[in-house]
T-cell receptor
């Protein structure tokens, strides 16, 4: 069974640019959640996708957007990058969007905005 | 809104000893889940233990156990017989029980160092 994978591992962008991060969910999981983890902080919920539809969103501006594909992999897109967007971006997959099922996390993508 | 507070930014423990990490939370919900996640230096977050609020019995997983005090909104993690591999960031997290959206609300974490 393949776990949650994310690409790329590291990324360096400049302010104002756009970035796309990718996540492959664990086999059989139809729910993907994205989190932002700033240095020295706990992860913060960005949004969740369930069966290709957005299923909830945290307190993040519209320039953070996402997609989920028929194979349940997902993308996180961030437009007009700001310095404060520098963080570790984690995705997590689960069988269904509920605490009944464990969320399995990927290794993260480290984004640096200069 | 729910909040999770971890008041110990850093802790250390000698190998084979016992350590307790603290967590308090604030919610108006009656039913919910509480979690402890471990994030080793390699970064991949893994679930350590989970507690359903409607269960009075404290959860245990091998050397890991929790002390869940619902009235006090407290959820501490006890690690017995600490091992070098327990060195990691530990995050306490909350999730609502009801509703289709299962997003986790995390505390700021406690950095645990296990010393030989």
């Amino acid at each position: 069974e393949t776990g949650v994978t994310q690409s790329p591992t590291h990324l360096i962008k400049t302010r104002g640019q756009q970035v796309t991060l990718r996540c492959s969910s664990q086999s059989g999981h139809n729910t993907v959640s994205w989190y932002q983890q700033a240095l020295g902080q706990g992860p913060q919920f960005i949004f969740q996708y369930y069966r290709e539809e957005e299923n909830g969103r945290g307190n993040f501006p519209p320039r953070f957007s996402g997609l989920q594909f028929p194979n349940y992999s997902s993308e996180l897109n961030v437009n007009a990058l700001e310095l404060d967007d520098s963080a570790l971006y984690l995705c997590a997959s689960s069988l269904v969007p509920s605490g009944i099922n464990e969320q399995f996390f990927g290794p993260g993508t480290r984004l640096t905005v200069l | 809104a729910q909040t999770v507070t971890q008041s110990q930014p850093e802790m250390s423990v000698q190998e084979a000893e016992t350590v307790t990490l603290s967590c308090t939370y604030d919610t108006s919900e009656n039913n919910y889940y509480l979690f402890w996640y471990k994030q080793p230096p390699s970064r991949q977050m893994i679930l350590v233990i989970r507690q359903e609020a409607y269960k009075q019995q404290n959860a245990t997983e091998n050397r890991f156990s929790v002390n869940f005090q619902k009235a006090a909104k407290s959820f501490s993690l006890k690690i017995s017989d600490s091992q070098l591999g327990d060195t990691a960031m530990y995050f306490c997290a909350f999730m609502k029980f009801i509703g289709s959206q299962g997003n986790l609300i995390f505390g700021k974490g406690t950095k645990l160092s296990v010393k030989p």
